[in-house]
């Protein structure tokens, strides 16, 4: 459809692979935490926003309900987010209307090319109640026939940009981030490159979605962001990937890895405020935003095991780090950052200001 | 959706995955021939059969044209059948309407969840004029929302059954199948199991097919068959399979492996008549037969080399081999082959009574 060489991310995007033990399969409770608690809202958001007015788009009398899930990553995360929605809607759609032929669910699994489809069709839950589909490729191009899905649901994906912006990398611009990896908040020039890719893909994203969503189908976000007038390294996640960084930065030291390398390497990463947001969406102009709501997840405020951050942690950077530094260096990094983020452990959990949120956002796609 | 643990096909029916040496990809260039030959054929059959009086499907303008490969493997093959259909479609919607909206296809390539997807999505052409996805499960149940198909295509799959037939790996059975590996066409009552089995197995397609096709349409079929009155055993592909079945005879007798675990094993194959397929598809009922041709392979008119020969086999039974006797024991398996097809090469490639046919099958769906 479109010239995918341009719309290509790499493929270090994809969270760690199969379900061994270092797998996002098996490392993602945060996101997975993330899910319970924004259940009840989307219960909620389905229950009062979605319409059935809209014509079966089906000929025959049986219509379906196409879902896509963009960013779905390995399960067993998006089957219970999956589960969830297929149960609200179906629950709305026999309470509008009694007697009525039920409802086919189709259900779309999208992430980048290199996300590990192969454990996820293995991990399927065998009594689902839709059927089941993978989709290969960025969500930031088109990935679906126009106006054919009517719930779109992406969880904790959109604060991946399509590319590290590239004056960041470019010694000659003043927006050169020399000595972080990360949109620390606190250089300005950075900010703004940052703000700008993240403005662009978030455009890409909802042209994209708003050809491919019927008029009035619903888009359930979840998204990291920042409390208002908080900066990246004041948050948790912020602090640990500053500490990740300080890590790269004292192995170049050692020689044990480039400083060039180290100079060059920034996280496509961006967390994004409401107000931000709202003017992306509503600069955008094909969905109205029905409900913003802010997650504040339980784990922020609980102290938690090194062991268990560090490998949580690995499986989304080690595709990332790996690209950029090479295979062997990656445990040898991760090693580093472990003792230091033990030795560090009571600087990183310092209490209430290190908490990012997220956002819970609902659109609506206008009707043309 | 359906009871899926009784709809499971056992992972070692997939071909082998990956794009090495040893790889499907690499090594089906038989089944790519098929192709060659039912290409014109194909587009043929588009041409003067497909309908698009049928309504769009979508409650927009435009029109969402979906195909599903049956059985599609990893590509290459895969991808050039369906860059012809979508071809031959485009051709004919554009003769028909000028002026009209461009189509917008949407193709699903199904395959058994082991099949490996995740080299099927890296190998994808990157200027493709479809949507992909990829759909995981037997074909042998439902895959897809109803009436949500306008056509299928399957190459050179069905002729792979949902399991062998019960009864000839039983050696109380008069069905037993001792001494062979297939469905040789001598032994009455195999012949009768194994047909029994193929029958059924077609039915259930035909019937997740009629509920996944529109009314008006088409579903293209090759698969491999039986020239009139000729048995497995005196097809190409059938001395080839006694050729494996006598190296595990001979394997056993020299100790190498176990006579139980080569007693108890039998291809999941089953080469079908014209007069059988036929048969079964008018008992159907929801399908009409719009042509019925036999395609005659060049490849099996020539002498093959050895090596080649082998390897192609392997790509495809390497899976089914190393499930029934081990891993370690396939090598061993196909060194033996090698060695016994170098030795037997001229009785092998005897002449034209060796030769099986395939058959290419063009049905449309019953509007109800």
């Known amino acids: 459809?479109?010239?995918?060489?341009?719309?290509?991310?790499?493929k270090s995007w994809a969270m760690v692979g199969g379900d061994g033990p270092r797998s996002y399969a098996k490392n993602s409770s945060y996101q997975r935490g993330l899910l319970d608690i924004a259940n009840e809202l989307m219960n909620e958001s389905i229950r009062e926003?979605?319409?059935?007015?809209?014509?079966?788009?089906?000929?025959?009398?049986?219509?379906?309900?196409?879902?896509a899930d963009f960013g779905c990553s390995v399960g067993p995360n998006t089957f219970f987010a999956v589960e969830k929605i297929v149960e609200a809607v179906e629950q709305k759609y026999h309470a509008q209307f009694q007697n009525s032929p039920p409802l086919e669910f189709q259900v779309f699994f999208n992430d980048v090319t290199a996300n590990d489809f192969n454990t996820l069709f293995k991990t399927l839950p065998s009594y689902r109640k839709y059927f089941a589909a993978g989709v290969p490729g960025t969500f930031y191009g088109r990935l679906f026939p126009k106006s054919t899905l009517r719930l779109a649901y992406s969880s904790y994906s959109l604060h991946w940009l399509s590319k590290v912006p590239e004056e960041v990398a470019d010694t000659k611009s003043p927006a050169w981030n020399k000595g972080s990896i990360q949109c620390s908040g606190t250089a300005k020039e950075v900010a703004k490159a940052y703000s700008a890719q993240f403005k662009n893909d978030m455009d890409s994203f909802l042209n994209a979605r708003a050809q491919e969503i019927i008029g009035g189908g619903l888009m359930v976000i979840i998204v990291a962001g920042l409390p208002d007038g908080i900066l990246m390294s004041q948050t948790g996640a912020g602090i640990c990937n500053e500490l990740l960084g300080s890590c790269l930065v004292d192995m170049a030291k050692l020689g044990v890895i480039s400083e060039e390398k180290v100079d060059s390497f920034n996280l496509p990463l961006y967390y994004s405020s409401v107000k931000e947001l709202e003017e992306i969406i509503k600069n955008n102009g094909h969905f109205c935003i029905e409900r913003m709501n802010t997650l504040n997840h339980p784990m922020m405020k609980t102290k938690i095991d090194v062991r268990f951050a560090v490998s949580q942690f690995r499986a989304v950077f080690q595709g990332l780090l790996e690209e950029h530094f090479g295979r062997d260096d990656v445990d040898k990094i991760f090693e580093y950052f472990a003792k230091k983020f033990a030795e560090n452990y009571d600087s990183v959990f310092r209490g209430e200001t290190h908490q990012h949120v997220d956002h819970f956002i609902l659109l609506k796609r206008n009707i043309d």
């Open 1 to 10: 459809m479109e010239n995918e060489e341009t719309k290509t991310v790499p």
């Open 49 to 67: 926003t979605l319409d059935f007015k809209i014509p079966c788009s089906d000929s025959s009398n049986i219509c379906t309900f196409r879902i």
